[in-house]
Structure formats: C-alpha cells, structure tokens
C-alpha cells in the first residue's frame, strides 16, 4: 500500500515558475514508477509527465514538454514536478500516481495502482 500526498499548489502569474511534490509513504517507493496528471475544470484528467524508478527514463505530454521537469528523489520517498513558463490553460489540480511497473513512463489513468488527493494550481493572467 502507498499513500501520496501533494503539496506545492497555489496561486501564480503567467510566466511564473512553481514545483510540485509527492510525498510517499511505505518504504517501497523506489519500486514504483511515479507520474502526474492534471484535471482542468470541465475537462477529463489528463497525462503530464512520467518517470521510471531509477528516474533515468521520464516521459511528458506535448501539452508541457520543455516547460516541465519530473524528477524523484528515492531517498526522501518524493517525486517533483517543476513548472516553468506557466500558462493560464496549466491551471488544474494536480495528482501524483504510482504504478507498480518499475519502468512505466508513459502512464494510464485506469493503470495508475494509487492516486494522491490532488492540490491546486492556479495561473492567473
């Protein structure tokens, strides 16, 4: 079993920059494959940025890629999310996932083994 929670959210200008964080529980965070979605207002959740256990392999949506850095630290049992360039369409709740494929990159939301509870982002214009 592993609870995420995510932390870093709040309120920030086009253009800002902001990281988030996952914080695991359970000493077998490394074993996971960590990612990030993101849900808009009105819109389905969707897929942000993936990293593999070691943190060697990373995956982003094109929605983000190059404005976005997903990096894991496996000895704080934490993984981050820093945003840079922040648009008014990056404003949405954020969640961290875990799935038990060490390598996953690319995630799923029906794959996606657990969910933290999500913190808000806010870009204003």
């Known amino acids: 079993q592993v609870q995420l929670v995510e932390s870093g959210g709040g309120l920030v200008q086009a253009g800002g920059s902001l990281t988030l964080s996952c914080a695991a529980s359970g000493r077998t965070f490394s074993r996971y494959a960590m990612g990030w979605f993101r849900q808009a207002p009105g819109k389905e959740r969707e897929f942000v940025a993936g990293?593999?256990?070691?943190?060697?392999?990373?995956y982003y949506a094109d929605s983000v890629k190059g404005r976005v850095t997903i990096s894991r630290d496996n000895y704080k049992n934490t993984v981050y999310l820093q945003m840079n360039n922040l648009k008014p369409e990056d404003t949405a709740v954020y969640y961290c996932?875990?799935?038990?494929?060490?390598?996953?990159?690319?995630?799923?939301?029906?794959?996606?083994?657990?969910w933290g509870q999500g913190t808000q982002l806010t870009v204003s214009s």
């Open positions: 996932a875990a799935d038990r494929d060490p390598e996953e990159v690319v995630f799923t939301e029906g794959k996606a083994d657990y």
């Open positions: 990293i593999n256990w070691s943190g060697r392999r990373r």
